[in-house]
């Protein structure tokens, strides 16, 4: 009978699709948002954007966690961007451009999105313009998580990430059930204090 992207929707739990649809039916009550997150790591974005996401029916365009998914996957978008991200640089425009413009596309973008690590560059600025004047639509808001200095060096010698999924962990705040690995895959984590050199540190 009917399917959704391959899956059978008889095969799907009644209360699961009750549940999703009285979701949808709350969320559309919701007005339309366009929201832009900045802050450096350890801001605290990773943590308030599922809370916004889920109050106000947004889906969560993080080019980070996108981008290391893609790697992890070995698809042709995460070969191309693997040797810029492994030496730290940035990921070609193009490329970021083209994964947010396919990303907003997806029907739980309907709502709106919260950009998250995008746009980083002048150029992506420039794109993420026109494709919304294209869409006849405009960011609503840009939220700048501005925080201390010697908060975030706290924070971030405290933070383990699992690099596929962009989980993180706090060794002191909330920390894993298992030292040093994942919740959910049981993979090892990564020190956000390696992977953010003391120089280039906020
Ligand atoms: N908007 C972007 N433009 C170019 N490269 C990006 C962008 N977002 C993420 N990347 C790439 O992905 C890597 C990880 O991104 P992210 O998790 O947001 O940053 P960081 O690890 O520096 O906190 C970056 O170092 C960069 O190589």
């Given at each position: 009978?009917?399917?959704?992207?391959?899956?059978?929707?008889?095969?799907?739990?009644?209360?699961?699709?009750m549940t999703e649809l009285l979701g949808r039916?709350?969320?559309?009550?919701?007005?339309?948002?366009?929201?832009i997150l900045i802050g450096p790591p350890g801001s605290g974005k990773g943590t308030q954007s599922p809370i916004i996401k889920d109050e106000y029916c947004l889906c969560h365009l993080a080019t980070g966690d996108m981008l290391r998914a893609a790697v992890a996957a070995k698809n042709p978008l995460g070969l191309k961007a693997k040797e810029a991200?492994?030496?730290?640089?940035?990921?070609?425009?193009?490329?970021?451009v083209g994964i947010i413009d396919e990303a907003m596309k997806k029907p739980s973008c309907q709502k709106g999105f919260i950009l998250d690590g995008f746009p980083r560059t002048v150029v992506?600025?420039?794109?993420?313009?026109?494709?919304?004047a294209k869409q006849g639509t405009k960011i609503d808001k840009v939220l700048n998580f501005a925080i201390d200095d010697a908060i975030l060096e706290e924070r971030i010698t405290g933070r383990w990430i699992h690099p596929t999924s962009g989980r993180t962990y706090h060794s002191k705040f909330?920390?894993?059930?298992v030292r040093g690995t994942d919740d959910v895959t049981f993979e090892c984590l990564e020190s956000e204090s390696h992977r953010h050199p003391r120089s280039q540190r906020p």
């Open positions: 009978m009917g399917s959704s992207g391959g899956v059978d929707l008889e095969d799907i739990p009644s209360v699961d699709l039916m709350k969320c559309a009550t919701k007005p339309d948002k366009r929201l991200m492994d030496k730290g640089e940035l990921v070609s425009d193009d490329l970021v992506q600025a420039q794109k993420l313009d026109e494709m919304l909330a920390p894993p059930k």
